[in-house]
Nanobody, 127 residues
Framework: QARLVESGGGSVQAGGSLRLSCIASGYTHRPGCMTWFRQAPGKEREAVAGIEPSGIVPFLADSVKGRFTISRDKVENRVTLQMDSLKPEDTAMYYC????????????????????WGQGTQVTVSS
């Protein structure tokens, strides 16, 4: 089974930047959509940004458009989330998730779309 490992979390002041990385390994089939989710205490897990295997069409939550950028390298086993202009409301545990299908408008943000999950990396933004 595929394994996803996140890194890059930390603590920053509002307005700062962080770059998260997700490394995937152990695929036994063609990789599909990969998406970053986040979950704050007491809240539902929320899709932040997803990207197709081709990297052509990214999906972004409205709350992060203009501030976050998702990218995927040429071997399609590393996904990066560049987070700029961070706000306190961005504070959450961030998880990398992998699917066996392409990203689709109607399903990219659904938790049950994804078969593989990383352990998470904490992002804390102070005001």
């Amino acid at each position: 089974q595929a394994r996803l490992v996140e890194s890059g979390g930390g603590s920053v002041q509002a307005g700062g930047s962080l770059r998260l990385s997700c490394i995937a390994s152990g695929y036994t089939h063609r990789p599909g959509c990969m998406t970053w989710f986040r979950q704050a205490p007491g809240k539902e897990r929320e899709a932040v940004a997803g990207i197709e295997p081709s990297g052509i069409v990214p999906f972004l939550a409205d709350s992060v458009k203009g501030r976050f950028t998702i990218s995927r390298d040429k071997v399609e086993n590393r996904v990066t989330l560049q987070m700029d202009s961070l706000k306190p409301e961005d504070t959450a545990m961030y998880y990398c998730a992998g699917a066996t299908t392409d990203c689709l408008f109607r399903s990219w943000s659904r938790v049950d779309t994804y078969s593989y999950w990383g352990q998470g990396t904490q992002v804390t933004v102070s005001s």
